[in-house]
Nanobody, 117 residues
Framework: QVQLVESGGGLVQAGGSLRLSCAAS????????MAWFHQVPGKEREFVAR????????YYADSVQGRFTISIDNAKNTVYLQMNSLKPEDTAVYYC??????????WGQGTQVTVSS
């Protein structure tokens, strides 16, 4: 099994920044890719950013392109999401996910990000 723990969420004013962390533990050798999603109550969970562990290739949702950066610290088995120029519409619970080539089947508990106007 793989365990994922997110941290770093909080309250920030529009235009500010936060850095989310996702620490992976357990059978981390199973991880091929990791991603961040966010979810607003009553809405579907939406893709935010993805990174491939070995290659470092990254992909972003159009809504965060140019503002958010996903990265890996291999020594700490940790993935980060640097969020800059935050907007009120970024307010959501942010979830870290991990998996193989076909399925993101490991999920963290989520961390709340609130952006005030």
């Amino acid at each position: 099994q793989v365990q994922l723990v997110e941290s770093g969420g909080g309250l920030v004013q529009a235009g500010g920044s936060l850095r989310l962390s996702c620490a992976a533990s357990g059978q981390t050798f199973k991880i091929y890719t990791m991603a961040w999603f966010h979810q607003v109550p009553g809405k579907e969970r939406e893709f935010v950013a993805r990174i491939y562990w070995s290659s470092g290739n990254t992909y972003y949702a159009d809504s965060v392109q140019g503002r958010f950066t996903i990265s890996i610290d291999n020594a700490k088995n940790t993935v980060y999401l640097q969020m800059n120029s935050l907007k009120p519409e970024d307010t959501a619970v942010y979830y870290c996910a991990a998996g193989g080539r076909t399925t993101l089947n490991y999920w963290g508990q989520g961390t709340q990000v609130t952006v005030s106007s």
